[in-house]
């Protein structure tokens, strides 16, 4: 796989569902086994790096030990980043009325970075 394609698709929900949906991806539930598989397991997953991997959409990385699903979404005027951490069973949703300029990229990745070694502290 040479490219991480862009499948861009704006998404109507609410941040309460958000949290939800990762960790009902990562844990089976409301997925079937087969789509679960393609999602997280070989030989869909992606090796970005020796701890980030990538596969149909979320991404799984090995944070200082601690595996942490993931995946974000942005738009020009916000953007999003949806996180779970099944070890603690914590779910994170991050909204943000910024994104899509490479300034606020930037910032955006920033507070999630702060946000999440924040959590990984603390489990």
Same mark, same amino acid.
């Given at each position: 796989?040479?490219?991480?394609? &862009?499948?861009?698709? %704006?998404? *109507? +929900? !609410?941040?309460? !569902?958000?949290? =939800?949906?990762?960790?009902?991806?990562?844990?089976?539930?409301? &997925? @079937?086994?087969?789509?679960?598989?393609?999602? =997280?397991?070989? %030989?869909?997953?992606?090796? &970005?790096?020796?701890?980030?991997?990538?596969?149909?959409?979320?991404?799984?990385?090995?944070? /200082?030990? +601690?595996? *942490?699903?993931?995946?974000?979404?942005?738009?020009?005027?916000? @953007?999003?980043?949806? #996180?779970? #951490?099944?070890? @603690?069973?914590?779910?994170?949703?991050?909204?943000?009325?910024?994104?899509?300029?490479?300034?606020?990229?930037?910032? *955006? /990745?920033? *507070? #999630?970075? +702060?946000? =999440?070694? +924040?959590? =990984?502290?603390?489990?």
């Amino acid at each position: 796989m040479q490219n991480i394609g &862009v499948a861009d698709a %704006p998404l *109507v +929900t !609410d941040a309460h !569902d958000m949290v =939800l949906l990762l960790k009902e991806i990562v844990n089976g539930m409301h &997925v @079937s086994e087969k789509i679960r598989a393609l999602m =997280l397991e070989k %030989p869909s997953m992606y090796n &970005v790096n020796a701890q980030l991997s990538y596969g149909l959409g979320v991404f799984k990385q090995n944070i /200082d030990g +601690t595996m *942490v699903y993931h995946h974000g979404g942005e738009e020009p005027g916000y @953007s999003s980043a949806n #996180i779970y #951490i099944p070890q @603690s069973d914590t779910s994170l949703t991050l909204l943000f009325n910024y994104g899509g300029f490479e300034a606020c990229e930037t910032r *955006v /990745d920033g *507070v #999630i970075q +702060t946000v =999440l070694k +924040t959590f =990984l502290q603390n489990k």
